[in-house]
């Protein structure tokens, strides 16, 4: 019965009610829709992050993050590959890679960049190169001297496909070595920053160049599944660490390769919270004045109620429904509009374009796409739910407390 | 005039309602200081670390050279636009560059740099990097054959004050460009990219060794402030040694940094709509309750001839007066709070470092500026404005007959 009285009034003053539904209504709804543009944004920046191939886990040489030559590298790594194999996922694709600087060289034109041995069909599903759209083609098993550079970095030097450059670097006995290299393919990539620094070319020449052997500078693991962002790697780093104590390496998730980028993830969570609370502040005075006046209003009801015997705690409870009753409606359309507005974008998101080097500058894609987690959904419309019934308190008890006395007076 | 005191007093008739719509108020104009300072304190000092180490407000430049940077693509004559700019009001250094990409062996290690020409006294002028020198010495006049490089980029090269470097690179005209340079400073530049892969040596030195004929890459200015660096820009283009080059200010050097700054304030400004907003409809019941119970009194007043316009008047002054004293209050104490932090920042913690790859350190400061304070605060007195004349825009429609009969 009391659920009935507190439902009906409510509605006893529509046009009140329905005020401070909006301000519940719009608060909840842009709670959860800016939330998940925002996680959007991070999940796009973590996937760029590690589709830039530093992948989901890298083995490497303990001194290579400091010293990134081909002096810090991984002896054998066939055999390391088939010794972890068995501690991966299936779906998990693994690639040997020799990662160094270098300089790009044309007759009119040189410029710095990181020169990646790959083997092309091993990359597909791995990291970005492996799908990236590709003008002219990938250099085949036994082609020798093709190179794949990105459109940037082709119109940076004035070349085109088939012309030839030299790429000089830094081989294992310390002398510089030199090579030519025909251009195979361009590429084309999130971020033109991406473009000027990368080229491929094939793995086992880039051992000869160098003279590494079968060696290789780093290991790259890609793990299946999607939202990374959220999924803790250190017990599978951990297992393969154990499985390689006798190896010189390092075993180390993405998280641990860009350590400020996972420090910005969690500063960024705590910044959510702190605008979900900031929002229900400010719904937050809204609901409590709205409740008072209500109560208020009544009082010669409360008085009247109060001296046909119902007991305070249960008036108490009344207005406490009655509130609730308002945080439950103005929540329940605000998560419907949310989540339709979600579902909305979901299918084009929405496009940055136009601050492309902005955007670019910080490692975000260009078009960001709607995340929702069930934690941002449950914590925003729990903050409202609760801390609503919080302030929702005061008035109710003030209902409680009228006396028969004081309020037969009122009008 | 003395609807203005009746308005006050109306406004206490009901104590407890009215200083908790001033309190909505106060919050949001608060919230809206504080973060509006942190802003744009922030975007400040992204802007001034990098200006201030190395792009400098302003630098004159050949025409595409920003585009592309072919060595070929020179300021055929830094001396005469030296001396033009000199005479502009507003500058305070001028100092010509030269840059090239070279690769530089250590004792066993060899990397791609940035080697840049500098003049060791106008360099001053115009960066902070000869302050920043952690082992050894700047550049100076008449030093030949010493660079100066970053800490990142020796522990790289694997070497330190007093070594060799060799730089191998490609002149101005397309031929080799060869020398040996010893190390004579080590700098800490804060920008770890820059701090990664630059050298400076003599800008007499990067003359002979790439073939400059006495040209320059860049000629970077220093205005006294970031405000006056568009004007001075605006002057410069028009001087008749700056014909055929261009004049660009940090916004086209960084365009990066511009739109990032544009994308964080569109989406602050969309989030504090929203904010406001709802505030807005917080206080709409009070309004509208503050009419509502007064529907007699409004009845009675126009019954003995007050004009329906003249209450609308009172009410919104009483609106007003709540939403300002609120306003007044916000900015306070957001002001407030934005000097405390601004005297002792804010620690971002791991975060810091991903913003320390960009110069700015891992505390952030907000500053108070003219517009942080107030335009907040003045867009919740318009939202609130309006959400006030709705319900004092009703007097006029009420009935007289059944105003006077409401309870």
């Known amino acids: 019965m009391y659920t009935q009285l507190a439902w009906r009034n409510i509605w006893r003053n529509p046009r009140r009610t329905l005020i401070i539904l909006t301000a519940i209504f719009i608060g909840v709804a842009s709670m959860i829709f800016l939330a998940s543009l925002m996680r959007g944004m991070m999940e796009g920046m973590v996937d760029n992050a590690i589709d830039n191939l530093t992948g989901h886990i890298r083995i490497r040489h303990p001194d290579f993050r400091n010293d990134p030559s081909v002096e810090n590298r991984i002896p054998d790594p066939d055999s390391l590959i088939k010794e972890i194999k068995p501690l991966l996922p299936g779906g998990a694709r693994i690639v040997e890679r020799i990662l160094v600087d270098g300089v790009i060289n044309t007759s009119r034109e040189n410029a710095g960049v990181i020169m990646v041995g790959i083997e092309p069909e091993k990359e597909k599903n791995c990291s970005f190169i492996g799908d990236a759209p590709l003008e002219g083609q990938f250099f085949s098993d036994d082609d020798k001297n093709g190179i794949v550079i990105g459109r940037a970095l082709l119109e940076k030097l004035g070349t085109r496909i088939n012309r030839k450059v030299v790429l000089m670097s830094q081989r294992a006995d310390g002398e510089i070595a030199s090579r030519a290299f025909r251009i195979r393919g361009v590429y084309r990539s999130q971020m033109s920053d991406t473009e000027k620094t990368f080229v491929f070319v094939p793995l086992h020449t880039a051992r000869k160049m160098l003279m590494l052997g079968e060696d290789a500078t780093e290991i790259g693991i890609t793990l299946p599944g999607d939202r990374m962002a959220d999924t803790d790697l250190s017990p599978l780093t951990e297992s393969l660490s154990e499985r390689l104590t006798d190896r010189v390496v390092v075993v180390e998730d993405w998280r641990q390769m860009l350590p400020a980028m996972n420090a910005y993830l969690e500063m960024f969570d705590a910044f959510l919270y702190i605008w979900y609370l900031v929002v229900f502040v400010a719904m937050g005075f809204g609901i409590v004045n709205t409740v008072l006046m209500a109560v208020y209003e009544r009082m010669r009801e409360f008085g009247l109620l109060k001296a046909l015997g119902m007991r305070p705690i249960r008036i108490f409870w009344m207005v406490l429904r009655e509130t609730l009753f308002l945080l439950a409606v103005g929540m329940g359309m605000g998560n419907l509009v949310a989540l339709v507005g979600i579902h909305l974008l979901s299918g084009t998101g929405i496009d940055l374009t136009a601050f492309a080097k902005g955007v670019e500058m910080w490692g975000i894609s260009r078009v960001i796409l709607p995340v929702v987690t069930a934690g941002d959904f449950l914590t925003a419309n729990l903050t409202v739910l609760i801390l609503g019934l919080v302030v929702g308190i005061y008035p109710a008890i003030k209902a409680a407390r009228f006396t028969p006395v004081e309020t037969m007076r009122h009008v | ?407």
């Open chain 2, 1 to 407: 005039m003395d609807d203005f005191f009746i308005a006050w007093r109306n406004v206490w008739r009901n104590p407890r309602r009215s200083i908790l719509t001033m309190l909505a108020v106060a919050f949001s104009a608060m919230l809206l200081v504080f973060m509006l300072s942190f802003q744009f304190g922030s975007y400040e000092d992204m802007i001034n670390a990098s200006v201030k180490l190395n792009t400098g407000h302003l630098q004159v430049q050949a025409n595409g050279y920003i585009d592309k940077k072919e060595m070929r693509k020179v300021v055929p004559d830094p001396g005469a636009v030296i001396a033009a700019l000199e005479k502009l009001p507003g500058i305070t250094g001028i100092s010509p560059r030269g840059e090239a990409f070279a690769l530089a062996s250590g004792a066993g290690r060899t990397r791609g740099v940035m080697v840049m020409g500098v003049d060791p006294d106008r360099e001053k002028g115009v960066s902070i990097l000869p302050g920043q020198i952690r082992k050894g010495e700047y550049l100076k006049k008449g030093d030949h054959n010493v660079a100066v490089i970053g800490t990142l980029l020796a522990q790289r090269l694997h070497v330190g004050i007093g070594d060799e470097l060799t730089l191998l690179g490609q002149a101005r005209d397309g031929s080799v460009a060869a020398t040996i340079v010893t190390i004579k400073g080590i700098y800490r530049a804060g920008i770890d990219a820059f701090d990664r892969s630059t050298l400076q040596m003599p800008f007499i030195d990067f003359d002979e060794v790439f073939a400059m004929e006495g040209a320059a890459h860049s000629v970077v200015v220093a205005a006294d402030r970031l405000r006056t660096a568009g004007r001075i820009g605006k002057t410069a283009r028009a001087l008749p040694a700056l014909a055929g080059l261009s004049v660009l200010g940090w916004e086209e050097l960084m365009p990066g940094l511009k739109q990032s700054i544009q994308m964080d304030l569109v989406s602050g400004i969309i989030m504090y709509l929203i904010l406001i907003i709802v505030v807005a409809f917080s206080i709409l019941n009070t309004f509208l309750m503050a009419i509502f119970e007064r529907t007699r009194e409004f009845g009675v007043l126009m019954a003995i001839g007050t004009r329906p316009g003249r209450l609308v008047r009172m009410m919104l002054t009483e609106s007003m007066l709540m939403t300002s004293m609120g306003l007044g209050l916000g900015i306070l104490l957001g002001a407030g709070i934005t000097l405390f932090f601004s005297v002792y920042g804010i620690d971002l913690g791991g975060a810091g470092e991903m913003l320390a790859e960009f110069g700015i350190e891992g505390r952030l400061y907000p500053r108070l500026s003219f517009i942080s304070l107030f335009s907040g605060p003045l867009l919740v007195l318009v939202i609130t404005f309006f959400t006030a004349l709705y319900p004092a825009l009703r007097i006029p429609g009420l009935k007289l007959v059944e105003a006077l009969r409401a309870v």
